[in-house]
């Protein structure tokens, strides 16, 4: 037999060592040993790209060492050293640049020198210098009339100073000079009869300086010519009274018909029409008005609380009916419970026999295994040969294994039992829980009373009287072009009708019936009112005939929008867009305003 040191181990027992712990310190040292080389590497770099005057990638090379170690002073100190001669050179060629005459080159450099080194201050001097000159320039440009170019150089000055006051006032100067021109444009083009683009000449030079011209009134005079140019006329003749209603005439008035049209458009109520112009007229007769009262009688009911009465709990039914289900649920599962009791006693008797049977199939096999062994006894004192085993000694005879399919039927039998046996306390519970639950709803039904009492309503019926008041108002109306010779035009004539009406009826203070007395308003003020129905309905008539007017200049003016900056285009456009100022049609608007360069196109019609 092999012997065994105790402190030795087999390859398979011993704990293999944990090499987790190596591992992750190994890649921090790789780590580590990686940034240091990508940090050198960059730093050699940096320094070789220095000696040679290489400066931005010098400057790279730096700013990459300072990505892998950003705490790395020395290499700070170098890339501060490397803008400053960097700036320098910069300077040196700004100084070139500005010697020859090109001011916006040497200002970029200079911008670019103090960006590598604020405190240079040759280069913000030069700077300074540069800007001046820039300016002079502009002014230059100003005085001769070139207001872009002198735009273009105060702009350039103040992008890099927003605080220099000579730029600002040179900017001021531009606007004031721009607003000046598109005035006198304005004024031109008002002189040649093209209101439209005096118009927008105007606006543009309000925009571009305000104030500084007289451009806003004169653009609002201008504004109000195109109006009255393209107003709808509406003529409005008096009204005939033909039913004797003067209250109701004065409602149908122009006055009032003006009033009733919306007050942004170009819509006119006049009583004469030059000719030649846009507009209907508008011939109105009241033929008749008609006040019609009438009464009608009908019944209402009130319900009332007359007594009360006792009628059969149902609360109490409902907690019956409860009861009865939970007691048929008990019912089912004590049967349950039986069938798994039945089952669970079977099974025991089952177990028991098969357990009878191992135990007399255990004592077979003990009994056997004694008989051999004394056998084995007599054998080997009776053998010749001492040290041998003579064939009685055989021990599989101690273990035949003849009770193994009983001693697999026992377990079998067992585990069966115990399946049973957990079945059976489940039904157990269950039939606790139920008989709980019903002994509560018993409670329960027990404590509700058989009877409540209940209200007893009733119906009582009284008359009521409806009172109404209608005034019908019909009116005549003739609605012709003033363009256009129909020759005769049918008239049309509308009934409008106004009517109120309340309901009357007595107290019954028994049957909680509050008295209404009737309530019918003032057959004047129907009157007045159906007057302004009248009305109303009259200028929405007018108005769907403004909207085919402007529809037509709309589209007129959407032909023309493929060139929107031409003077007839404008025309057009400028004339549209006053028909629609309560909704500006932002495809020619838009392009309008583009084309001319406004900044809120909006303004043309006075917003």
Known sequence: MRTVHPLARSPRSAPAPSHRWLGALALAMLLALTGCSAFS?????????????????????????????????????????????????????????????????????????????????????LLGQTLDARVVVGQTALKEERLKEARAEFDAVLSVAPDHAAAKRGVDGVQVAWA?????????????????????AYVRADQERVGATAARERAEAVRQKLRDEV???????????????????????????????????????????PDGREGVKLDLSLERVLPLKATEDSQRTKRYLAGNRSVP??????????????????????????????????????????????????????????????????????????????????????????????????VQKAQAVKEKEKALEVALDKSEAQRIEVQ????????????????????????VQLHRLTVTASVTAVMRDLLKDAGVVAPQTQDYAVA???????????????????????????????????VTDLARRVKERFDVYRGKRVEDARRGMVRPGAEDVVETAVRALLLTADAPPADILQPLGRARGLNRPEALIGL
């Open 41 to 125: 590497r960059a730093v050699k770099e940096g320094d070789t790209a220095s000696q040679q005057q290489k400066w931005a990638e010098a400057e790279a090379a730096y700013l990459r060492a300072l990505a892998a170690d950003p705490e790395a002073s020395e290499v700070k100190v170098k890339l501060t050293k490397v803008r400053q001669a960097w700036s320098e050179v910069v300077l040196e060629e700004a100084r070139g640049v500005h010697a020859s005459g090109d001011l916006d080159g040497a200002m970029k450099r200079l911008v670019r020198a103090l960006e590598l080194n604020a405190e240079n201050a040759p280069a913000r001097e």
């Open 180 to 200: 000046k021109r598109w005035f006198g444009t304005g004024d031109t083009l008002e002189k040649a009869g093209k209101l439209g683009n005096a118009l927008v």
């Open 500 to 534: 109120h009406e309340d309901v009357a009826h007595k107290g019954y203070d028994r049957y909680g019936v509050l008295a209404d007395p009737v309530q019918l308003r003032n057959e004047l003020e129907l009157r007045v009112e159906v007057g302004d129905k009248a």
């Open 440 to 463: 509560r709803n018993r409670d329960t039904v027990f404590r509700e009373p058989v009877t409540v009492e209940e209200p007893m309503y009733s119906d009582f019926t009284y008359d």
């Open 313 to 410: 709990n149902p609360r109490r039914a409902d907690f019956e009916k409860k009861l009865l289900q939970a007691e048929r649920s008990l019912e089912e599962i004590d049967r349950k419970q039986a069938s798994a009791l039945r089952e669970y006693l079977r099974m025991q008797a089952e177990l028991l026999t098969v357990r009878e049977g191992a135990e007399r199939c255990r004592e077979r096999e003990r009994r056997e295994c004694r008989e051999a062994l004394q056998e084995c006894g007599e054998a080997a004192r009776e053998a010749d040969k001492p040290g041998t085993v003579p064939g009685e000694c055989n021990p599989s005879r101690c273990a035949s294994g003849a009770c193994a399919q009983e001693e697999q039927l026992l």
């Open 231 to 273: 107003a709808f006329l509406v003529v409005a003749t008096p009204v005939e009274d033909r039913a004797g209603a003067p209250d109701v005439v004065q409602r149908l008035g122009a006055g009032r018909l003006a009033a009733m049209l919306p007050t942004k458009l170009p819509l006119r109520v006049v009583t004469e029409a």
